[in-house]
């Protein structure tokens, strides 16, 4: 599933179960569809149609639990479906780097006084993953006088708008395009110094290799309020530097800008701890229905739609209040990145943890403040 680093992490995944199974029951089970050419990893697909299978689709794996139902003969196979990109499923940094081959690249793109930022643009400019965004360029400048090191630009740096801004502000700095993502995750895993995109590409690179520091956005995919299934943030390691963004998502690039404005210098360094150490409020349902909409919720929930049109539920009230509410379901239609781009403050509330998720805002705080859910309704042109 997915792109390089989604695969290596599956795989890391993987064999993190299996060295549990060896620890345990002393038997090595078979690794099963792993092929991963450029670090000479191959596993052939095993069939397992005839053979007792559990499915795992979470972020979070159960990773005691599974290899005790391998060990004990209760399945005889564990299919992972999921991006699994917790670090608690990843086996050690030493596994993990044992398992990834790493031949230094002949003409490093940083050196030792520099500090090499991953660019990622590509299929991410048009805004579609909420949670994968570009870094505000005032943060690299930030960094740069933090560190004292030069700025290098590295990766999918093809012309757009934000590119354009890194230029203008960066006209003394190395701008250098990638050229295949093996060489590439080479170059980013040598780097002495990085600052990682909000990409599981970068970020694997940065924890795999060497560098004396990582100085890593906790900004959209990396948010653990905003994206709360993935956790990508180390533990005990002294590499890296997290500086804490409010919640801030994804607008196609045209509109980048304007979103980087609204959180301008809006972040902070803090320690892991005091990320992981939040203790967010419980959503309130009472509060929370007094904005709901039939209409809204049927919508936004076409599988629930499709349950009451076929009578498992007598209306969506009544699946909101019994499942939806539990289930973390939107009660009502809020476009989330007009919402914390014309709110900083909200942004900023949501990201310290005062409150359960972005609905949960706007009905405690954010309708009282005459805030919007959405962005007003131009008028039609005459």
Not at 99 to 123: M, Y
Not at 293 to 317: I, K
Request: charged fraction near 15%.
């Amino acid at each position: 599933m997915g792109n390089l680093a989604n695969q290596m992490i599956q795989a890391m995944v993987a064999v993190s179960l299996a060295d549990q199974l060896r620890d345990r029951s002393g038997t090595s089970p078979r690794l099963s569809n792993i092929n991963l050419p450029a670090f000479c990893m191959h596993h052939p697909y095993v069939p397992h149609n005839d053979i007792a299978t559990l499915t795992v689709t979470g972020h979070t794996l159960d990773t005691p639990a599974l290899a005790l139902a391998l060990s004990t003969g209760a399945a005889g196979c564990i299919d992972i479906r999921s991006y699994a990109q917790r670090m608690v499923n990843f086996p050690s940094l030493n596994r993990a780097r044992r398992l990834f081959a790493h031949t230094p690249p002949q003409n490093p793109a940083a050196g030792p006084n520099d500090l090499l930022c991953s660019i990622r643009q590509g299929d991410i400019l048009d805004g579609h993953h909420p949670d994968y965004v570009l870094i505000p360029p005032a943060f690299y400048a930030d960094m740069a006088e933090i560190t004292a090191l030069n700025p290098v630009f590295f990766g999918q740096i093809d012309d757009s708008p934000y590119m354009a801004t890194l230029r203008a502000l960066f006209p003394q700095a190395r701008f250098v395009p990638g050229v295949s993502p093996e060489a590439d995750f080479a170059q980013l895993r040598h780097a002495p110094h990085i600052v990682p995109a909000i990409s599981t590409f970068s970020w694997l690179a940065a924890w795999l290799g060497h560098a004396q520091t990582i100085h890593l956005p906790v900004l959209g995919l990396f948010h653990l309020g905003q994206s709360p299934s993935v956790d990508l943030l180390p533990e005990d390691d002294a590499r890296y530097r997290f500086y804490q963004f409010p919640y801030h998502y994804a607008v196609p690039v045209a509109q980048v800008a304007a979103a980087h404005q609204a959180i301008h210098r809006l972040w902070r360094q803090v320690p892991r701890a005091a990320i992981t150490a939040q203790v967010r409020p419980p959503r309130d349902l009472d509060a929370l229905l007094t904005q709901f909409s039939e209409a809204e919720y049927s919508t936004l929930h076409p599988d629930v739609a499709s349950a009451v049109e076929g009578g498992h539920f007598p209306s969506f009230r009544h699946h909101f209040v019994h499942h939806g509410f539990a289930e973390g379901r939107a009660p009502f239609a809020l476009d989330h990145a007009f919402y914390v781009t014309a709110y900083p403050m909200a942004g900023l509330e949501l990201s310290d943890g005062h409150y359960a998720d972005i609905w949960h805002h706007f009905v405690l705080s954010g309708r009282g403040r005459g805030y919007r859910r959405r962005a007003p309704e131009k008028p039609p042109q005459p």
